[in-house]
């Protein structure tokens, strides 16, 4: 994202031109910003969880209004296809309901006994909260974080990526205008600004985004103790089995390593195929993977936009040159394609020497390797720093057993990693610490308390 000295300029990764400016945040607007989060916070917090919710009910019809011009700006903004920018904003608002149940059921006061001891379990607001957010679900990933955070009573300043920016207070700006002044605030500004709002006196950062960064916060976070939930990269692998349905299995690992141009942080990066099948299912992932149309995700039937931007394609494309100088081969897709679009890659023959078996690319490039023992492919895959999600193709009872061997935080059987509602979204080892949705998910946005009172029996 280029800056004009303090003006952010957002582009469109598909055209290279120019969609808008904005004033980024100075370290004085900053530092205003939280005072009057924490006055905002004060009488937000003594509202009660119903209350809040009725303040936010409004938002699932709001987000569908603006559904198509929203969905239009996040194309145009971040690359990906129109119909997947709707997706996200339908996603967004349809599951609005579910959430706001899960959200209150799981603030409530608990109470236990003992015999004439009576203890409550409160989750009480933590104050203000940061939110930090990548570009690659630039209103999925925002309404991730504030919802519960302010349905617990908190206020919320988001400082939305550089590279999405216009997208996000487009969003913002529908909650804004259902919620008293301040509650909700933004921060114009990359990583530097970031910086800034961790520095001030706030209660909890919530951030999604790379591990590096997720490190350096927690990091900057652990003089005061300052709270953290992290939720960070990973390496995603998908596990063959001879028991597999292969047709289900290829059209999985199409979609799955390429969508959003591989820019989603549950992308397939690595594909482990048994033996037996491992030429039949090469053969279909190439001829499907050749198929998918690249271009300007406002174009009728594109199934892949461009990169965000071309730093971010020369990072894709620097691990691929090094895998090919290392020994590495390309079994199809190509180096050379024009502005930000990178077409399908895979690779052969990678190995621990080279970067791409486990960096993060998060670029449409994945690479396959064989195997006999299903432990081999166990072995390998915990090699990983990283453990956010994997998935199995192949006969349940098999699938399950690697499964619980596995050291991710999530596994698909036979389909994608998401839970079905109110289970946690969770990343294991170096791609994640807590966790967002259930119950789980949701108290970590609240301190919790424990007051014990004696009563006569
Ligand atoms: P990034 O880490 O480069 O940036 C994320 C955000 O952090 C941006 O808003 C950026 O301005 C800000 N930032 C940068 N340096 C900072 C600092 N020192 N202090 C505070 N804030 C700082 O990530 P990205 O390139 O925007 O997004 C891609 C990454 O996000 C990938 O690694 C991907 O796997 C990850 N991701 C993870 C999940 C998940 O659920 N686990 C979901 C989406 C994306």
Redesign the pocket.
């Known amino acids: 994202m280029p800056f004009d000295k303090e003006t952010l300029i957002s582009m469109n990764p598909a055209t290279e031109e120019e969609l808008g400016r904005i004033e980024v945040d100075s370290t004085e607007q900053i530092i205003e910003k939280v005072e009057r989060a924490h006055k905002a916070q004060k009488s937000w917090a003594r509202l009660s969880i119903e209350e809040r919710i009725k303040h936010l009910e409004p938002l699932e019809d709001l987000l569908m209004e603006n559904c198509e011009r929203l969905s239009e700006l996040m194309t145009k903004e971040q690359g990906k296809p129109l119909f997947m920018s709707i997706g996200e904003v339908k996603a967004c608002a349809k599951s609005l309901k579910g959430e706001f149940e899960s959200i209150e059921k799981a603030l409530q006061v608990e109470e236990k006994v003992n015999g004439s001891d009576h203890s409550k379990i409160i989750y009480d607001p933590l104050g203000v909260v940061v939110s930090?957010?990548?570009?690659?679900?630039p209103i999925l990933?925002p309404h991730?974080h504030i919802i519960p955070a302010m349905l617990a009573g908190n206020a919320v300043i988001i400082?939305?990526?550089?590279?999405t920016t216009i997208t996000a207070i487009e969003y913002l700006k529908l909650i804004q205008s259902l919620l008293p002044e301040d509650v909700l605030q933004y921060v114009v500004?990359?990583?530097?600004?970031?910086?800034e709002?961790?520095d001030q006196n706030i209660q909890l950062?919530v951030?999604?985004?790379?591990?590096?960064?997720?490190s350096?916060?927690m990091e900057?976070s652990s003089a005061q103790l300052k709270r953290v939930i992290?939720?960070?990269?990973?390496k995603d692998p998908l596990v063959v089995l001879p028991s597999a349905d292969l047709e289900a299995a290829v059209s999985f690992a199409v979609q799955n390593s390429f969508r959003n141009c591989g820019?989603?942080?549950?992308?397939t990066e690595r594909i482990l195929v048994h033996e037996k099948v491992f030429d039949e299912f090469l053969a279909a992932f190439k001829e499907r993977s050749e198929k998918l149309k690249i271009g300007n995700g406002l174009d009728k039937d594109v199934n892949l936009g461009p990169m965000?931007h071309k730093k971010?394609k020369e990072k894709v494309l620097d691990q691929v040159k090094d895998a090919v100088a290392k020994g590495a081969e390309i079994y199809f897709g190509s180096l050379d394609d024009d502005a930000n679009y990178v077409r399908p890659i895979a690779l052969l023959k990678v190995d621990e020497h080279m970067e791409i078996r486990d960096g993060?690319t998060?670029g449409p490039v994945v690479y396959i390797d064989k195997f006999k023992e299903p432990e081999e492919a166990v072995t390998s895959i915990n090699q990983s720093k990283y453990g956010?999600g994997a998935a199995i193709f192949g006969d349940e009872k098999e699938s399950m057993e690697i499964a619980r061997k596995l050291e991710t935080g999530m596994v698909g059987i036979n389909r994608g990693v998401s839970g079905v509602k109110d289970t946690p979204?969770v990343?294991a080892k170096q791609?994640?610490f807590g966790f967002?949705h259930s119950a789980q998910g949701h108290r970590q946005f609240t301190q919790t308390r424990v007051i014990t009172v004696k009563k006569e029996e």
């Open positions: 930090i957010t990548p570009w690659n679900f990933m991730w400082k939305p990526s550089e590279e500004g990359d990583g530097r600004q970031g910086q709002l961790i950062t951030f999604t985004g790379s591990r590096d960064v997720g350096k916060i900057q992290l939720e960070l990269g990973g820019q989603v942080c549950v992308s965000i971010q993060e998060f956010l979204w990343g791609s994640g967002h």
